[in-house]
């Protein structure tokens, strides 16, 4: 379990997080003013669709406003990388700058890393972790196709085994069976290998029930829409919401 603000990831039902996609300063606070009042638990900057985010002064004061907005939610600071499905492709230098600036500002609470980045800058991304008390997401995102399960668990083991609080996996399912694939992977992580936390998702309409379905497969953490999406297949936190719970409820009173 990793615990942010007081929310509790890995414990209880999933936790849904709202991502900011805005691309522009003025646009990123309206989209933290409606976040306020939206049933989520946390929130993602997706720093990739940010115009300005090659300026590392830009970013902590846009940061600072986002915070000065949302005082009590978690925040994610993501750059996602065009190879695996962001906006922009920055270097690995400035990747670790950007991550490194972002953690020593001390406004978010997660930061999210893609598996495949260089090892040394994944392990000092790791240490900048530690030293700044932010936790760590380590990912991989495949918007091509669903990799064999043995293949999905190696890879939230690898994340795990470098120092990640928590694994996350995204990948794109053709068929059900990716679909179920991807549902297993989850599982065998969480009940045979016993590790978590877990985000797994697979993606488009196809994937849709993984978003819903992660209470009963070990995903402890499912994204959903303020009006923009930052990735196929999600659906509005005020849907999303309604089915988690439902699902929560009904689970418990059944145990
Ligand atoms: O990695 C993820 C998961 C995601 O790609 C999704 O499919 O919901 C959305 C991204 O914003 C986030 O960083």
């Known amino acids: ?22 691309m522009h300063e003025e646009e990123l606070l309206e989209e933290a003013k409606m976040i306020k009042g ?6 993602e900057w997706r720093a990739d669709f940010f115009q300005q985010v090659m300026d590392l002064e830009r970013v902590k004061i846009t940061l600072e406003s986002i915070r000065g907005i949302l005082p009590e939610l978690p925040i994610i600071f993501t750059f996602r990388n065009k190879r695996e499905g962001g906006h922009q492709e920055i270097t690995s230098y400035y990747y670790q700058k950007l991550n490194e ?22 392990e000092n991304l790791v240490k900048a972790g530690k030293r700044n008390k932010v936790a760590l997401i380590i990912s991989n995102h ?4 669903t990799p064999p399960v043995e293949e999905m668990t190696r890879r939230m083991l690898k ?8 694994a996350k996996i995204a990948v794109m399912p053709a068929c059900a069976a990716d679909v179920l694939a991807l549902q297993e992977a989850t599982r065998q992580m969480k009940e045979d290998y016993g590790k978590g936390p877990l985000i797994t998702m697979a ?6 029930i993984t978003r819903l379905s992660g209470e009963t497969f070990g995903s402890a953490l499912t994204f959903g829409a303020a009006n923009q999406t930052s990735a196929p ?6 849907e999303l919401r309604p089915i988690i719970e439902l699902l929560h409820d009904k689970m418990k009173k059944s145990e």
């Not at 379990?1 to 709202?18: D, F, H, L, S, T």
């Not at 600036?101 to 994944?122: I, K, N, P, Y």
């Not at 993606?203 to 849709?208: A, K, Q, S």
């Not at 297949?233 to 005020?238: L, P």
């Open 101 to 122: 600036t972002v953690m020593e500002a001390g406004q978010v609470d997660l930061v999210d890393v893609e598996l495949f980045s260089d090892a040394e800058l994944v």
């Open 38 to 43: 939206l049933p989520c638990d946390l929130v």
């Open 203 to 208: 993606m488009g309409g196809l994937g849709l």
């Open 159 to 166: 994340a795990i085994d470098a120092g990640g609080d928590i």
């Open 142 to 145: 495949d918007f091509q196709k």
């Open 233 to 238: 297949g999600q659906i509005a936190v005020k």
């Open 1 to 22: 379990m990793v615990k942010v603000k007081g929310v509790k990831i890995g414990e209880g039902a999933p936790k849904i997080c709202v991502p900011m996609v805005g």
